[in-house]
């Protein structure tokens, strides 16, 4: 399925009200990462960016929330910078946390996976399990 394919289910979902949470992965920029073909690269990460665009745009007018974050960076690091060489492998760098919504919050750096479910959860209002590991990103 294509970006713009998935954004449109993406966004009618979202306009639906059916759904309390949806999921969705973007994997342009892994998937075009493994290439190490730097043009391809910047037109995956392009059409993310005009696809998120769209999403933001229906998360506002449903006065919904959203959470945008990657479990992983590859597309940041093109060229391995201690070879020289074309770099195709997941890389271990910090990726962003960005939120989008009405509450005003301010987000913590240094997060880890296992803190995303707690946020969400935090965000929702819902009560976060004892036993998960995770903090909430956010104060």
Do not use: F
């Amino acid at each position: 399925m294509s970006s713009k394919e998935l954004t449109d289910k993406l966004v009618a979902a979202i306009k639906s009200g059916k759904y309390d949470a949806i999921i969705c992965n973007y994997p342009n920029g892994d998937m075009v990462g493994h290439t190490g073909v730097y043009e391809a690269a910047v037109k995956a990460c392009e059409a993310v960016d005009e696809c998120i665009g769209r999403v933001v745009e229906a998360i506002k007018e449903v006065d919904g929330q959203l959470l945008i974050t990657a479990d992983h960076g590859n597309a940041e690091m093109m060229i391995d910078p201690e070879t020289g060489g074309v770099h195709t492998a997941h890389t271990s760098l910090p990726v962003p946390l960005i939120y989008v919504g009405n509450k005003a919050i301010s987000l913590k750096e240094g997060g880890k996976l296992s803190d995303l479910a707690p946020t969400m959860l935090a965000l929702s209002d819902l009560d976060i399990p004892a036993d998960m590991s995770g903090q909430v990103l956010y104060s």
